[in-house]
């Protein structure tokens, strides 16, 4: 996970959301459900994928992850699709539409594999022989070959995080709660647990955390600290444990009483000095 643009924006009320763009896109979703339901790519336009999606979307709002316009997009198709195959009647639907949306989806689909594949091989490539090349005659080193571990896809966090509320709801009692939680709040937190150098994992991030608003804006917080490369998340076992850890940028100190808008414009927030939060 990681990307140049920035990953959160004000709403009008003043509150933070980040963009899935900077991270993920409508695809990745798929490939993430495909992959989790040990389905084919063929296998896009299927009741339970275009069920999950839409669960993912709803969760996704609820976490203050602003939905760009090509989830939504992609939404759309599929329940036409879906729609389609629900008709009483299939003699009067437009079947031939549907048999070209359905077929154009898996062919993007199988394309952008295809070429995500391939970038995750090259970038799994060592440096020589893949930006620097051994001259002729010269003999190449043997590369050791490396396991785990494995990335971890902002979906995964995502379905992570559901389950850490899900948790929350069984503990305490939903309660309607008309309050703000900087996220800036939050990072210092996160950096302290990590100080040390030790590896945590996802979940005990949020233990001692009875307040939904506040496991919001860490989870934000925890969001905004691996775009920038101050914490690395990983698994070691694939649908193991999720584990966070230090990054590469960890000991960088920018400005945390402006982690966002520094590269946000929000006239509002800037006249009135107010930090982004949950």
């Known amino acids: 996970m990681s990307g140049e643009e920035p990953a959160a924006k004000f709403e009008s009320e003043g509150g933070m959301r980040f963009s899935v763009g900077v991270y993920e896109g409508p695809l990745d979703l798929l490939l993430h459900l495909i992959k989790r339901a040990e389905l084919d790519a063929h296998d896009v336009t299927a009741s339970l994928i275009t069920d999950q999606y839409l669960q993912y979307l709803n969760l996704m709002e609820e976490l203050n992850l602003d939905v760009a316009g090509e989830y939504l997009v992609m939404a759309a198709t599929l329940l036409l699709i879906k729609s389609f195959t629900l ?47 051994p001259s002729r005659g010269e003999p190449v080193p043997e590369v050791k070959e490396e396991g785990p571990p494995y990335t971890v896809s902002i979906f995964d966090l995502v379905q992570a995080m559901a389950a850490v509320l899900a948790r929350l709801a069984d503990k305490v009692p939903r ?86 808008d520094s590269y946000v414009s929000s006239p509002d927030a800037a006249d009135e000095g107010e930090e982004p939060s949950a």
């Open 175 to 260: 309660q309607i709660t008309l309050r703000d939680i900087p996220v800036a709040q939050c990072i210092p937190q996160i950096l302290a647990v990590l100080g040390d150098g030790e590896r945590i994992e996802f979940t005990s991030l949020f233990a001692n955390l009875a307040d939904r608003p506040l496991v919001i804006a860490t989870f934000l917080a925890l969001l905004e600290l691996i775009r920038r490369g101050a914490v690395r998340v990983w698994q070691e076992v694939r649908q193991g444990p999720i584990l966070l850890g230090r990054g590469d940028r960890f000991d960088v100190k920018p400005d945390w009483s402006k982690p966002i």
């Open 87 to 133: 008709l009483p009647h299939p003699e009067f639907a437009d079947t031939e539409e549907a048999e070209e949306l359905k077929r154009d989806l898996v062919e993007r689909l199988l394309e952008y594999q295809r070429y995500r594949e391939a970038a995750a091989r090259l970038g799994e490539r060592p440096l020589l022989g893949r930006d620097v090349f």
